[in-house]
């Protein structure tokens, strides 16, 4: 019999809803878990105890007093450093932020307290969600990072110390370390989840990712966290689609847009070898694999997500940067600085290309079900210094186009390894279902080296 600690987010919850599980046994199993592990992983930065267990007990006597319960009732969930929490330290990862307290909760935190979540803690953040490594550790191998920015939301994941936890991407931020963790990283459609009350690095390509370890739970927590926001510009001005339909109808072997160009010669031997071997048992599972070529437009993408990144977060940071520059890291500092000298013509430009390959992408996914690619071109690195290469998530990023990585194996060193579909604009249930199909055929279910008991 698992642990309780062990339990997906869709099994605790029913399993709460059965009255078969107390919130509160499931909070202290977790908590109990943070306390044996967090010394080594170094994955959390606040967990106020005393809070969770006060909500774990309102949600115990909730389900006692047969009120209504949401959809993640009792169940607890991790939040990056950088989502607004009120009366909850939210610092970023940050000299600059290291006091302070919010007000107010995020949209996003707002609606998993609405559906009946707990609050697990902070989860480790690099700094502002940038490049600066973190010391969060990789739970396969302490000497591996954990990727970046989620470093801490992934290895706590992974670790089996909160069931799901909030990232953000604005390059690769939460499907690289779900990728290099060895679980499953969602990031949605552009504007799909709010992005009120989390820290920016950029406004027009932040995105609010979602760590869980299985498809369903990816797809549950989307439920949870989708919806229009007036507080964010960038929200989707349209109806949250039925997910779970949409998963249904595409949980069956799919046509796979297998992309070969650029991610075969960016990836190392093994990771490709691997991809083609995934892909290989999905046709074997009945899957129809086509291969398809990128757009031109494709040549361009990482320099003008550069660009828009580096400009749009110097113009977040500028005031902070005049009176405390040397507070900052120095890779956060070197791009915000190279964004504030930055000519208005080449950010312009950069937005220009940007929507010519957001146009491209859109007609090259329409060729299939899904496209699938590597999700990493190599494990994560032996190297604490380093939150390694989000060249394969970038391109999503881009184009605002949702993407899930379901991790399907590990290296000759022991570290996970990952495939990475992506689908059509606001289509995320056709790419949840066919990851959960994949997950279903060649899915990697096994406990990180050093936290297996």
């Not at 809803?17 to 107390?22: A, D, I, K, P, W």
């Amino acid at each position: 019999m698992p642990e309780l600690y062990e339990l997906s987010v869709a099994e605790a919850a029913a399993q709460i809803r059965e009255g078969t599980l107390s919130p509160v046994a499931l909070a202290e199993s977790l908590l109990a878990r943070i306390d044996a592990l967090d010394s080594n992983l170094q994955a959390w930065v606040t967990v106020d105890r005393e809070a969770v267990l006060l909500a774990a007990r309102q949600r115990e006597a909730d389900v006692q007093r047969g009120e209504p319960l949401g959809p993640i009732h009792g169940v607890p969930v991790g939040l990056k450093d950088i989502f607004y929490t009120a009366g909850m330290l939210t610092a970023c990862g940050s000299k600059v932020y290291a006091d302070f307290v919010p007000d107010f909760d995020a949209t996003s935190v707002a609606k998993i307290k609405a559906a009946g979540g707990i609050i697990l803690g902070k989860a480790v953040t690099t700094e502002f969600a940038t490049s600066d490594p973190s010391p969060t550790r990789n739970p396969w191998n302490l000497e591996h990072t954990p990727g970046g920015s989620s470093s801490g939301s992934s290895a706590a994941v992974a670790a089996r110390m909160v069931p799901a936890a909030l990232g953000s991407q604005t390059g690769g931020s939460t499907c690289r370390p779900a990728a290099y963790n060895g679980i499953v990283g969602l990031k949605p459609t552009y504007g799909r989840i709010s992005r009120y009350g989390v820290a920016p690095v950029s406004w027009s390509l932040d995105h609010v990712g979602i760590l869980t370890r299985t498809v369903a739970d990816a797809a549950l927590m989307l439920t949870v966290l989708s919806g229009e926001d007036d507080n964010d510009p960038g929200s989707l001005r349209q109806a949250v689609p039925d997910f779970s339909g949409q998963m249904a109808e595409y949980d069956r072997p799919p046509r796979i847009g297998l992309v070969r160009q650029y991610y075969q010669e960016y990836s190392t031997p093994e990771i490709w070898a691997h991809t083609e071997s995934v892909a290989n048992q999905l046709a074997s599972a009945g899957a129809d694999i086509v291969e398809l070529p990128l757009p031109d437009s494709f040549a361009v993408v990482h320099s003008f997500q550069r660009i828009v990144m580096n400009v749009e977060c110097a113009a977040f940071h500028e005031a902070n940067h005049r009176v405390r520059a040397a507070d900052y890291g120095p890779r956060i500092r070197a791009g915000m600085e190279m964004g504030m000298i930055m000519p208005t013509t080449a950010y312009h430009k950069a937005q220009r290309l940007r929507r010519q390959f957001r146009a491209d992408m859109s007609e090259l996914v329409a060729k299939a079900d899904v496209v699938m690619t590597p999700a990493i071109p190599a494990p994560a690195p032996r190297d604490l210094n380093t939150t390694g290469d989000a060249a394969f998530q970038v391109p999503w990023t881009a184009a605002g186009l949702p993407t899930v990585v379901v991790s399907t194996g590990l290296s000759e060193l022991g570290m996970p390894m990952a495939v990475q579909f992506g689908g059509p604009w606001a289509q995320e249930g056709r790419v949840l279902g066919a990851a959960q199909w994949c997950e279903r055929i060649a899915g990697l279910n096994e406990m990180p080296t050093t936290v297996r008991t």
